[in-house]
């Protein structure tokens, strides 16, 4: 799991076991229809400047860095549910090919 999000196994295996341990079975093995963490890596170059960026490769390439500008929401869970990105499908509908729409 942790390859499939380009997170180097041997610098975060211990800390996705750690912060994991109560998802995994006796034999640290994933679990199928379990939800597990992710650990956050933290670019250090950004250290220098004070603002910490994370990396969240989830997002893709384009949107991977998230900067931290505060810690309110530290703690907080959030749920990331796809969808196409475009306008809904019936509103495309109606606006595009109005004369196939029934009245």
Same mark, same amino acid.
């Given at each position: 799991? /942790?390859?499939r999000?380009?997170?180097d196994p041997k610098d975060y295996y211990n800390t996705?076991?750690?912060i994991n341990k109560n998802? /995994?079975?006796p034999d640290l093995q994933l679990l199928k229809g379990k939800t597990y963490f992710l650990p956050i890596v933290v670019d250090t170059t950004a250290l220098e400047t004070e603002r910490q960026i994370g990396v969240f490769p989830i997002f893709g390439k384009k949107y991977e860095k998230v900067e931290?500008?505060?810690d309110k929401l530290q703690g907080a869970v959030f749920y990331i549910i796809s969808g196409?990105?475009?306008p809904p499908i019936l509103e495309l509908w109606v606006k595009e090919w109005p004369h196939l729409m029934r009245r």
């Open positions: 799991m /942790l390859r999000f380009n997170l996705f076991l750690e998802r /995994l079975n931290f500008k505060d196409h990105g475009g």
